[in-house]
T-cell receptor
Framework: AQSVTQPDIHITVSEGASLELRCNYSYGATPYLFWYVQSPGQGLQLLLK??????LVQGIKGFEAEFKRSQSSFNLRKPSVHWSDAAEYFCAVAQASGGSYIPTFGRGTSLIVHP | GAVVSQHPSWVICKSGTSVKIECRSL??????MFWYRQFPKQSLMLMAT?????????EQGVEKDKFLINHASLTLSTLTVTSAHPEDSSFYICSARDPGLAGAGNEQFFGPGTRLTVL
């Protein structure tokens, strides 16, 4: 069975600093990998996804993530954090099923941004 | 992008009553919708997959008689929590898949969630 580990429950950064959120997955084959962001009281918004090809994936809002098969990781990065980035971030892994997928989510990492 | 709405956004009910939560795809037709449950500071747990015109598929451990799912149209799925108890208090999120989108895998679009509090 597939699973996702987000080892950091909370991450605190200063505005303007760089950010890296960790994600490790467990899956037998090549996974589909995702990062979602959830603002308070809101649903999830897809930041980026990896299906195949270039292992460095660019997403929305200036985020990027790198798929490293050898480390079973898909860490999310942003070079300069803005206060509006404060939110809950979820990494997810999925297996393909009939041309589509159902993701399994990690428990999330709460990002706190100090001014 | 595709928009998914949920109604209500927040509901408080007495123990023993039933609560219905609606999930609508506003600008696309969704043959498949998903219902998730999220406990505070925890991940989203898939409860069931809702298919238009057929019975929902429930994940292991989810009581289908307690969480009734109806997907009567291509734009609406409902989740009814029957005989709700305080332990059912949670954040319920739905998502819908837009089959009209091209690409590997169909992206899921998530609703804003419904917070259920059972007294």
């Amino acid at each position: 069975a597939q699973s996702v580990t987000q080892p950091d429950i909370h991450i605190t950064v200063s505005e303007g600093a760089s950010l890296e959120l960790r994600c490790n997955y467990s899956y037998g084959a090549t996974p589909y990998l995702f990062w979602y962001v959830q603002s308070p009281g809101q649903g999830l918004q897809l930041l980026l996804k990896y299906f195949s090809g270039d292992t460095l994936v660019q997403g929305i809002k200036g985020f990027e993530a790198e798929f490293k098969r050898s480390q079973s990781s898909f860490n999310l990065r942003k070079p300069s954090v803005h206060w509006s980035d404060a939110a809950e971030y979820f990494c997810a892994v999925a297996q393909a099923s009939g041309g589509s997928y159902i993701p399994t989510f990690g428990r999330g990492t709460s990002l706190i941004v100090h001014p | 992008g595709a928009v998914v709405s949920q109604h209500p956004s927040w509901v408080i009910c007495k123990s023993g009553t039933s609560v219905k939560i609606e999930c609508r795809s506003l600008d696309f037709q969704a043959t498949t919708m998903f219902w998730y449950r999220q406990f505070p500071k925890q991940s989203l747990m898939l409860m069931a997959t809702s298919n238009e015109g057929s019975k929902a598929t429930y994940e292991q451990g989810v009581e289908k008689d307690k969480f009734l799912i109806n997907h009567a149209s291509l734009t609406l799925s409902t989740l009814t929590v029957t005989s709700a108890h305080p332990e059912d208090s949670s954040f319920y999120i739905c998502s819908a898949r837009d089959p009209g989108l091209a690409g590997a895998g169909n992206e899921q679009f998530f609703g804003p969630g419904t917070r259920l509090t059972v007294l």
